[in-house]
């Protein structure tokens, strides 16, 4: 059975870098698309960015674009998430999860999640 752990949260200042991880045990994650998606606590979830299942069909939330960057490494069963240019509104709670197909905003399977703080 497919698991997904996320890692590489943190505190950052604005302006600054983090790289998420999203690693997966028990099956290939290269069988589906996977999503990044936010959550902060009392708000609604949001998708930040989507791979397809060959490292095609990317796509990012417009709050994201130009600043994150996702990619996969079927090999290393992992999918990531650069995040650049930092802003206080980036602080949440990111998890990974497969997907339907990218646009789809309902995760399947998903991690626990990492929190990302970014301080001012």
């Known amino acids: 059975q497919l698991q997904l752990a996320e890692s590489g949260g943190g505190l950052v200042q604005v302006g600054g870098s983090l790289r998420l991880s999203c690693a997966a045990s028990?099956?290939?994650?290269?069988?589906?698309?996977t999503g990044w998606f936010r959550q902060i606590s009392g708000k609604e979830r949001e998708g930040v960015s989507c791979?397809?299942?060959?490292?095609?069909?990317?796509n990012y939330a417009d709050s994201v674009k130009g600043r994150f960057t996702i990619s996969r490494d079927n090999a290393k069963n992992t999918v990531y998430l650069q995040m650049d240019s930092l802003k206080p509104e980036d602080t949440a709670t990111y998890y990974c999860?497969?997907?339907?197909?990218?646009?789809?905003?309902?995760?399947?399977?998903r991690g626990q999640g990492t929190q990302v703080t970014v301080s001012s």
């Open positions: 999860a497969t997907v339907d197909f990218c646009g789809s905003n309902v995760p399947k399977t």
């Open positions: 791979i397809g299942r060959r490292g095609t069909g990317v």
């Open positions: 028990g099956s290939s994650l290269e069988y589906y698309a």
